[in-house]
């Protein structure tokens, strides 16, 4: 498959808290967040957890000091059989635009 990858526009999407189109929130919180309020309202996993162990359940998920990305919601990730192996395209579940995830085009 050929496309060309814009590292800035894929990196807008991934970073974007709304919806462009239907202004829907996409935003389900920073990342290391989470845990820390799952610490705080003593979830059995994670109430004893250091901020280190923290930062480390976090960075499994692309979070870190310098990019402290968020968790998504209302938006999800299309795979196209026999296209690519992996996400292609970000849909918004609300209104069912599609960027695509390489290029960053809205395509729908
Ligand atoms: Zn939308």
Redesign the pocket.
Known sequence: MNFKIDHQKMQVLQNIL???????S?DGGEIYKHFEHLREIGDEYYRDKTDEELVETADNYGWSKTNPIHFRK??IGIEIQGEYDGILYWE??????RWHRFTGQKIK
Do not use: A, D, G, R
Not at 18 to 24: E, L, M, R
Not at 92 to 97: A, G, L, P, Q, R
């Open positions: 709304k919806c462009p189109h239907c202004n829907i996409w209302n938006i918004c579940s609300s209104c069912k635009s």
